[in-house]
T-cell receptor
Framework: AQSVTQPDIHITVSEGASLELRCNYS??????LFWYVQSPGQGLQLLLK??????LVQGIKGFEAEFKRSQSSFNLRKPSVHWSDAAEYFCAVDLSRGGGTSYGKLTFGQGTILTVHP | DGGITQSPKYLFRKEGQNVTLSCEQN?????MYWYRQDPGQGLRLIYYSQIVNDFQKGDIAEGYSVSREKKESFPLTVTSAQKNPTAFYLC??????????FGSGTRLTVV
């Protein structure tokens, strides 16, 4: 079955440290790939997306993500975390690239909660 | 600016009462979605609509109903059949390959 896995439910880092959030997907073709961030009580905001081309994509708030086809992964990174980055992060895939009727419907991972220590 | 508006931000429901959550978008997106979010359970799809006057059940449609009479609007009704409706509800819209634009959510509480 097609799925998205975020192996880490909760990650804690110190402010200024580097960050990597993992995301793996299970799908035959390369889907469209997304990372979203959600602050408590808010909707989700798009950080970045990958459709094709350069496998390292830059997003907002200093985030980047690297697509690795061989590992079916799309990990999110930030070189230096700020206290304001504390939030929940969701990886998502759009499987409509391979055709079918999903028409842009996203499949989400379970989310990773990021805590930042001062 | 284009976006999605969800209202109200907070909603209180009495036992046995139906309530309707509003979702309006001015992005000219064809597809719209409703998700439910509970602590530790990620996003669960309730209903989605790819075109006006058509919609499909998601993973947890029981106790919910929707309509899509206009492209811009996709209201969600939480019926009395939904036994545990207290949750955070998110509406989103999309065009193919674009990802979602989300609303800011409605927090529903049963009192």
């Amino acid at each position: 079955a097609q799925s998205v896995t975020q192996p880490d439910i909760h990650i804690t880092v110190s402010e200024g440290a580097s960050l990597e959030l993992r995301c793996n997907y299970s799908y035959g073709a390369t889907p469209y790939l997304f990372w979203y961030v959600q602050s408590p009580g808010q909707g989700l905001q798009l950080l970045l997306k990958y459709f094709s081309g350069d496998t390292l994509v830059q997003g907002i708030k200093g985030f980047e993500a690297e697509f690795k086809r061989s590992q079916s992964s799309f990990n999110l990174r930030k070189p230096s975390v700020h206290w304001s980055d504390a939030a929940e992060y969701f990886c998502a895939v759009d499987l409509s690239r391979g055709g079918g009727t999903s028409y842009g419907k996203l499949t989400f991972g379970q989310g990773t909660i990021l805590t930042v220590h001062p | 600016d284009g976006g999605i508006t969800q209202s109200p931000k907070y909603l209180f429901r009495k036992e046995g009462q139906n309530v309707t959550l509003s979702c309006e978008q001015n992005l000219n997106h064809d597809a719209m979605y409703w998700y439910r979010q509970d602590p530790g359970q990620g996003l669960r799809l309730i209903y989605y609509s790819q075109i006006v006057n058509d919609f499909q059940k998601g993973d947890i449609a029981e106790g919910y109903s929707v309509s899509r009479e206009k492209k811009e609007s996709f209201p969600l009704t939480v019926t009395s059949a939904q036994k545990n409706p207290t949750a955070f509800y998110l509406c989103a819209s999309s065009i193919r390959g674009s990802g979602y634009t989300f609303g800011s959510g409605t927090r529903l509480t049963v009192v």
